[in-house]
């Protein structure tokens, strides 16, 4: 209880930062389980493994989309939460939230009516074969019919963390990965349901992850209180909100886009092996950048409540020991994965074929992994200082204006035109991360000399 209560503008910042980085962070590794347990058991059925986890892999632009939404309501209505709460107004903060969760109900509705019946043409042209096809189509539809319970969970488990919950937070996550873990094998396996196991055991999880976030929402504990009166839409309460989450919304957007941009050429110039070697991989960079969130959600409350509160010392304190986690964490993980790619790659399936050209293709497209901490960590800190436009910059840079080109260019100039598919990706890093980086610290350098000033005044 004296944690829930604890004071984000007084105390150690590093000891506050543990304390909220540290559950967040698991709930994010906890959360990558989702994905990442579905294709672990899918890549290693008997005969099919190969050719199903591909035609899972296919339906991650149609997941990513259903993410962004979320974030688009989840990560802007969260930080403004926060400021609300800084400035001691709790019923602002209470109306965003309830504005928000409206919006995430009308946009369940919306994208479940529209994918569950466009998924297979879509699927078709993200680059599915007639052999990779039936798996990707039995899984996408029944995971998509659980759309409410995933916008449910991503977007309002935001608002706990952004209370201080950041241990209640990281429950949602561990309660519903638990239960996708024991539910996969049983389903799959036990009763036979192959694929199809596999989407079943995922709704039903994040169906009871997102019975457990309105429990706690409507409930005694909670500080900011879920409440009917605060759903109706009010344009000046829920459009700063989307205008703020249109970076986050952006960012995993992209992903979507992004992803059918590697699905469509990898398809084109390296068949269904390069197709299943991009799934594997995308599953392996979701174990480097899901724990930076998890570390800059755990940052983003501590830093937004300081800066409404006009802390800045505090401000920079959090956003150093956030950013020297992320950049130690990126780095430790990079090596590991130029050290060590065959072993990573047959986490994700059996098939030996795949497994070799996984990872060859890890070395290449994870060249220069370690620069995703500082690109994460400086983008996410712009959010957290309620930054929209300079994020919403940096958060199109990266894929829309370099990475997303870059696949359709690098292949007229490289005979291997897989390899060149795979190699626009360390390119688009490096520069992404050195521009967000400077412009950062240009920003914060600013920031500290308007605040000198007004202290010498």
Known sequence: MANMKRDMGTGSVKKLMAQMAVPALVGQVVNLLYNIVDRIYIGHLPEIGGAALTGVGLFTPILMLITAFAMLAGAGGAPRAAIAMGQKNKEKAEQIMGNCFSVLMILAVILTGVFYFACPDLLRWFGASDATLPYATEYAQIYILGSVFVLNVMGMNTFITTQGFAKISMLTTVIGAVINI??????????????????????????????????????????????????????????????????????????????????????????????????????????????????????????????????????????????????????????????????????????????????????????????????????????????AKISLIMALLRKVILLIPLIFILPNFFADKAFAVFLAEPVADIVAAAVTTIMFFRFFMKMQKTRNGATNE
């Open 182 to 387: 024991v539910l996969d094998p049983i389903l799959m396996f036990g009763l036979g349901m192959g694929v199809k196991g596999a989407a079943i055991a995922t709704v039903l999880s994040q169906a009871v992850s997102a019975v457990w976030i309105l429990r706690f929402l409507t409930g005694k504990k909670t500080i900011l209180k879920l409440r009917l009166k605060n759903m109706r839409l009010v344009p000046s309460v829920i459009l700063p909100c989307l205008g703020l989450g249109i970076s986050s919304f952006i960012m995993v957007s992209t992903e979507s886009i992004l992803s059918i941009s590697f699905t469509t050429s990898l398809s084109r110039f390296g068949g269904d092996v390069a197709v299943g070697a991009m799934t594997v991989l995308t599953s392996i960079n979701q174990l480097i950048t899901m724990p930076l969130s998890g570390v800059c959600q755990g940052g983003q409350p501590l830093i937004s409540y300081n800066y409404g509160a006009k802390k800045y010392d505090r401000v920079k304190e959090a956003f150093f020991c956030q950013f020297g986690v992320c950049v130690a964490y990126t780095t430790v993980f990079w090596a590991a994965m130029m050290i060590f790619p065959n072993f990573f790659a047959g986490i994700f399936t059996s098939d030996t074929g795949l497994v070799e050209y996984t990872a060859w293709a890890i070395r290449v497209f994870l060249a220069c992994g370690f620069s995703v901490g500082f690109q994460i960590s400086c983008q996410q800190a712009f959010m957290a200082l309620g930054q």
